[in-house]
């Protein structure tokens, strides 16, 4: 499964307080599986403070029923 997410964080004052900075970030990625899957996405930053490039690599077990 394809994705395409844009997230980020914006604390809102105008004065700069180190570690609260305007985060944005572009990440696309895929998604294989359902009950066991795998996601692998590449992530590019759009503000000065985001990563420029990198890459997300996750997984995950669904237990039970929950559908």
Known sequence: TPSLS???QN???S???RGNEDL???RGGVRYGVDRWIDAA???GLTEFSPSLGVLIGGGVQFGSWR
């Open 6 to 8: 844009l997230v980020g």
């Open 11 to 13: 604390d809102l004052r």
């Open 15 to 17: 004065g700069r307080i």
């Open 24 to 26: 944005m970030e572009l």
């Open 42 to 44: 590449v992530v590019v």
